[in-house]
Structure formats: structure tokens, C-alpha cells
């Protein structure tokens, strides 16, 4: 589609919210918006004694005196799983469904509140009998099984810190988690489906905790029937869950305890881990679930996000959980085994909610509309999407082919740092625009800002900022407080968090995301540092030097480009280039892998040295190549180009 008609689109489609939707909206005008503006602490302390059953209710909200080291409620104690689960259970609510969970290869599981309870004290009383307390640190390196969210919730029942790490990361990256983490345990698999094969997990796991001399023990879920390797520090699952005590009281655990952490990539090949606390977390989750999602007793709710990722945590687990809602899990990716997957599921389990990520839209429609025409969606209420900007072609075909022109669209910003969604439209009160996040939810106050951190006016761009703290925001950076302040509190002042996007407004003071102004790409969602992958290549030893740039895509949003120097004595061949792809993807994972490897015989480079990534990524999309005036030797980027083009056949 051309620029052109996007243009087109993005200025002339207005949808108003549909007068019926209005009935049961959660929000339908601006009065909480107005409580929070007029008192954010106040605001926010309220909702959280309405929201959350605390052991303690906190008299406190905002503890400010330590910035940017804020604490919320910090005098108040509770705990998740009771407010996700015995409260309801206790309340007569154990029969409905929590999760309808559908394997890959189509079979099911039904687990009610009650179930799904018990599950969670047995695994959280093998946990304490595997020598785990609370404070430990526990990594979870799964498939999308039951066994996920359960494992999160039994460590969350004792207070141990889960850090759930992405069943797509290879060996490396997951010691590298371990470590910084010191996991006494992890859980994990035999194996896990992944589009019709299985990661061999457990293989994995035995590489990366050989380095990991923190593990004490590994609780290996059986789902493929996959060989595996066996070692004294390893018990299967259902045994630790048939020797375990059936009840565990849950412990009760200050709001500001950790809750969780869970890596993401910054702009240095080392992964932050980001933590999160109980109450804060808690309550952000809870809300924005209610808000964006007007959650209602009876949706079915499906948010296809792995676990292994922040919209997981906040929208597969604990938000849903505390809300009473039942959801979908659905182990496979969309295109396995057929690209009708998603719509059979909507159909079948009478989906009224379902969010997804912008690149598996883009991907069901080049699947065509008959996939989803097949089935019946009309349950379908309304939709979201997460985690990239959506570009306007895919979101006219996901509201007019997916929600039949009837369901509203919320397109959801947030962050793994930011805990909950920060940015949405509100369904029954938000006119809505093809890729625009549209503005705050309640209580929270972006700012758009210039190089020198001023407020651009209304219709103007610049860098998102985030100019008051809010209760699901991260903590720290885990084992790294100074690292927590130089990415996020020190751009433009040591109180405005800085969140690394450029956005800007448009005349109506509508929000539009305009993508990563740091060397953070953002791959289908899934983010990674362009210095990770230059420091995986570089490890490769025909490498001298490279660099690595993400380059636009028309399903994945972006792909990763990079370019290598080979060492002296290696030939640039089609051989090498795969053998280079091969090693990003044995190191970090394969959704890593660059979609574009170019032999460069320089790079270019700044006065002081600084990799000029912008230049590359116009090289790398064919565009003109842009202002090199800074640039130590200009005529570098002619040769990088001409070479480029070269291997390209352009
Ligand atoms: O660049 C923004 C993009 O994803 C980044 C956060 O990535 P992560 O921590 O992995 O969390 C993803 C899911 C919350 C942001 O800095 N991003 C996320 N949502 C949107 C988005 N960009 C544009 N529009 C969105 N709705």
C-alpha cells in the first residue's frame, strides 16, 4: 500500500465508539480521568483499597522521598494468589473457568478457579519442598502449557520471584538470565510444539545450568514424550506434584516485595532484569484490564501473548485472574497447523475479546479472508493489539474482517517496564483512528517532549516521557540501581521517565507511537538490542566487527539488518552468511535471527566512533542515503552501499 493511501486512511477514518457498547463500557466519560488529574496518590489509593483484598490495608500511596526509587502502599500486605484465586473460589466463584487451554496438536484442558487453585498450592508446597522460600528467585522456561501460569502463581504463593524466560531463547541467552538472577530452581519441560516440531527444552536447560552453579534443582514438566536426558538435580513435575502437601497457605507478602522479574533488551547487550512489585503491579494490571477490555462477568478473553513476555503476565495471568475472567491459552503460534487456527478457536469457544500482536494481523491477512470468513466470529465484542505500532492497512482489515465493522479497537502502549498499558482508547468512549494509541488511561500522564525535554505543542513530535510515577511501574533493574537511573531517569531530569519511543500528537492531542529512538529493534513484537546481536556476531570468529540495525518489514514490522567485516583470510560467501545467521540464532534464539546479513568492507562511523545505524538502515531499505556530514569518512558509505546493493541484485 502506498504512502499515499495509508495517509489516506489514517486521516479519514474516525470510528466513534458504537452506542450499544456504551451500555456496559466500564468508563464512559471522563470523571476518573478528572479524579486522577485533580489527585493521583489520592486516586490511586483508592482504587486500591476498593480493588485488591490486602491482609493490611496500606494507609500510605505514593512514597516518593527516594526518587526514582518509588514506592506504592508500601505499609500495605497481601498476596497475588489470593486476590487471582481463593477469594474467588472462597466467594462461590471456583466453578467458572479460568482457563480453556488448547494444546497444538488439539487437545484441551478445562480448568476451573477451584481446579487451578489447587493446582497452584501443590506446586506451591513442591516448590517449598524443593528448598524454595520466599525471596528466591525461580526461572521458568516453558512451552504455552497450564503448567506455565501455574508455576508463576505457586512462586508468587510463597513469595519466590519468578523469572519466566521465553521458550524461544537458546542456551547462552538463558544462562545469562539464570545467572544475573542466581535461580536456585528451574522449571521447564520435556519438550515443547512449536509449530509441528518440538524445542527439545529440557536439552536446552541442561546446557545453560552446566554454567549456572546457583540451580539446585530442575522440575521438568512432561508434554511431548520427547527423550531426555536425566540428571541428579532433576524431578519430573507430576511426581513433585504427587509427593507435594496439597494445601499451602499463601504468604503474606508487602506490597513492595518483589513480585517478579523478567529480562528485556536495553541498549547494551546485557539484559535488564526488570522487577516488579505486589501491590503496585497488582492494581495496574487489575484496572487497565477493566478499562481497555471492559471486562464483563460472562467475555471469554483472549490474549494470544506468550508468557514469556510482559503481555502474558499482565493479560494471560494476573489481570485476568484478578478480574474473575476466563481466558483462552492456546499453546501453538497462529499459522500452525493451519492459518484458520485462531478464527476455529474464536468460533468454537465463543471469544468476545481477542488481542493480539500487530504482526500476526498482518500475517492473517496475507493468509487471506477466507480463513476467517470459514468461521463464525460474531461473539467477538472487541479487540486489541500490543506491541509494535499498527500500521492503518492492517487495522481497516482486522476491524472491518475480524470485528465485522462492529467491535471497537483498542491498540494498547505499554511497556515491560510500565507493568500495565499506559496508552488506549477506551471502548465506548474513544473515537478511534487507525494507528493511534489515542491517549492515557486514567491517572497517568505522558508528555511529549524536544531534545532539551520541553513539551512540544499540540501537533508536534518529539520523545515519550512519562511525567508522573504510577503504581505498576518497574522498580529497578535487578542488581543494577544505577543502570535503572541512567536509562529512564536521567534524559531530562531525574523525575521524568523516559521511555525510549518518539511520539507524536496530532491536532486533536491524539497520541501516535512512531517506534524505538534508542538501538532497541523491535522484531514481531519481540524486542532485542542491535549491540546483543553485534556482540553474538562478533563472537563468531571469521568476524571482525559488525553492526546491526533493524531494517522495515511488511509482516514482522522490522527485521534485523546487519552488517559484518570478515577477518582477514574469510571469504564473503553464501555459505558463511548462513553459517553467521546459524550462530545468532544458536546464541540468542531464532527469532533473532537477521533477516538481512550483508558483507560490508567498512562501517560507517562518527568523528568520536559512534556506528551511524541510521545510515545503515537506509542502505539496508534501498532509501537515499541521507546526511552523512558527521561522518569520519563520507566516502565509506558510498562503498558500504554500492556493496549492498551488490548482494542484493538491486
Ligand atoms: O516501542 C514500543 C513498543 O514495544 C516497546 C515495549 O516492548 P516490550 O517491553 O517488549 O513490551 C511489549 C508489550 C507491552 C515499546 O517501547 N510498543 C508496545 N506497544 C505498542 C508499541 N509501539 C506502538 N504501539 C503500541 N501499541
Not at 32 to 52: C, N, P, S, V, Y
Not at 264 to 270: I, L, V
Not at 611 to 617: A, C, D, V, Y
Amino acid at each position: 500500500m502506498s504512502d499515499a493511501i495509508e495517509a489516506h486512511l489514517r486521516e479519514t477514518r474516525r470510528v466513534s465508539p458504537p452506542a450499544d457498547f456504551v451500555q456496559h463500557a466500564r468508563i464512559t466519560d471522563r470523571s476518573l480521568h478528572d479524579e486522577a488529574d485533580a489527585d493521583f496518590t489520592g486516586f490511586w489509593h483508592r482504587r486500591a483499597l476498593e480493588q485488591i483484598s490486602w491482609y493490611h490495608e496500606p494507609t500510605q500511596s505514593l512514597d516518593d522521598s527516594n526518587a526514582p526509587f518509588y514506592r506504592w502502599f508500601a505499609d500495605g500486605t497481601l498476596n497475588l494468589t489470593y486476590n487471582c484465586l481463593d477469594r474467588h473460589v472462597d466467594g462461590g466463584g471456583g466453578k467458572k473457568i479460568a482457563y480453556t487451554w488448547i494444546g497444538e496438536p488439539g487437545d484441551e484442558r478445562v480448568i476451573t478457579y477451584a481446579e487451578l487453585l489447587a493446582d497452584v498450592e501443590r506446586a506451591a508446597s513442591a516448590l517449598k519442598a524443593h528448598g524454595v522460600g520466599k525471596g528466591d528467585r525461580v526461572a521458568i522456561y516453558l512451552g504455552m502449557v497450564p503448567e506455565l501460569p501455574i508455576a508463576m502463581l505457586a512462586c508468587a504463593r510463597i513469595g519466590a520471584i519468578h523469572s519466566v524466560i521465553f521458550g524461544g531463547f537458546a542456551a547462552n541467552a538463558l544462562a545469562d538470565r539464570i545467572q544475573d538472577a542466581t535461580c536456585r530452581l528451574v522449571i521447564t519441560g520435556d519438550g515443547a510444539w512449536r509449530r509441528g516440531s518440538i524445542i527439545p527444552l529440557k536439552d536446552i536447560v541442561d546446557e545453560a545450568v552446566a554454567d549456572c552453579p546457583s540451580v539446585e534443582h530442575v522440575l521438568v514438566v512432561k508434554r511431548t514424550e520427547q527423550d531426555v536426558a536425566w540428571h541428579d538435580h532433576d524431578t519430573w513435575w507430576h511426581d513433585a506434584m504427587a509427593a507435594a502437601e496439597p494445601r499451602c497457605a499463601p504468604e503474606v507478602m508487602n506490597a513492595e516485595d518483589v513480585l517478579f522479574m523478567l529480562y528485556t533488551s536495553g541498549t547494551t547487550a546485557k539484559p535488564k532484569g526488570i522487577v516488579h512489585t505486589s501491590g503496585g503491579y497488582l492494581l495496574g494490571a487489575m484496572l487497565s484490564h477493566q478499562w481497555i477490555f471492559d471486562i464483563q462477568g460472562n467475555d471469554v478473553f483472549w490474549c494470544t501473548a506468550d508468557c514469556g513476555w510482559v503481555t502474558g503476565h499482565t493479560y494471560v495471568v494476573y489481570g485476568p485472574l484478578a478480574n474473575h475472567t476466563t481466558s483462552i491459552i492456546y499453546e501453538g503460534t497462529p499459522e500452525h497447523p493451519t492459518w484458520e487456527r485462531h478464527w476455529e478457536i474464536v468460533h468454537k469457544h465463543k471469544v468476545s475479546i481477542y488481542y493480539t500482536a500487530p504482526t500476526a494481523i498482518r500475517a492473517l491477512i496475507k493468509a487471506g479472508e477466507a480463513a476467517v470468513e470459514k468461521y463464525d466470529v460474531s461473539s467477538l465484542r472487541l479487540l486489541g493489539t500490543v506491541g509494535e505500532p499498527i500500521n492503518p492497512e492492517a487495522w481497516v482489515w482486522y476491524h472491518e474482517h475480524v470485528g465485522g465493522g462492529r467491535c471497537p479497537i483498542v491498540d494498547t502502549w505499554w511497556q515491560t517496564e510500565t507493568g500495565s498499558t499506559v496508552l488506549s482508547p477506551l471502548p465506548g468512549l474513544s473515537t478511534t483512528k487507525p494507528g493511534s494509541a489515542i491517549g492515557p488511561l486514567p491517572g497517568m500522564k505522558p508528555v511529549i517532549v524536544d531534545e532539551q525535554g520541553n513539551e512540544v505543542a499540540i501537533g508536534g513530535g518529539g520523545y515519550l516521557t512519562l511525567q508522573r510515577p504510577w503504581p505498576s511501574m518497574l522498580r529497578t533493574i535487578w542488581g543494577d540501581d544505577q543502570r535503572y537511573i541512567d536509562t529512564y531517569w536521567s534524559q531530562y531530569g531525574p523525575t521524568v521517565y523516559f521511555t525510549g519511543d518518539g511520539a507524536r500528537t496530532d491536532a486533536d492531542g491524539d497520541i501516535w507511537l512512531l517506534g524505538r529512538v534508542d538501538d532497541v529493534i523491535n522484531v514481531a513484537g519481540h524486542r532485542i538490542s542491535t549491540t546483543e546481536i553485534e556482540s553474538s556476531l562478533v563472537g563468531h570468529p571469521a568476524v571482525a566487527e559488525a553492526a546491526a540495525t533493524g531494517a522495515d518489514d511488511p509482516i514482522k514490522g522490522e527485521m534485523i539488518a546487519a552488517f559484518v567485516i570478515l577477518r582477514d583470510g574469510n571469504e564473503p560467501t553464501e555459505e558463511l552468511r548462513k553459517d553467521l545467521s546459524a550462530h545468532v540464532a544458536a546464541d540468542i534464539g531464532k527469532f533473532a535471527r537477521p533477516g538481512l546479513l550483508l558483507f560490508a568492507p567498512d562501517l560507517p562511523k562518527t568523528r568520536s566512533g559512534k556506528i551511524m545505524r541510521r545510515l545503515l538502515k537506509n542502505i539496508a531499505e534501498g532509501k537515499e542515503l541521507g546526511d552523512a556530514t558527521t561522518l569520519r569518512d563520507p566516502s565509506i558509505l558510498l562503498a558500504i552501499k554500492e556493496d549492498a546493493d551488490r548482494q542484493l541484485g538491486r
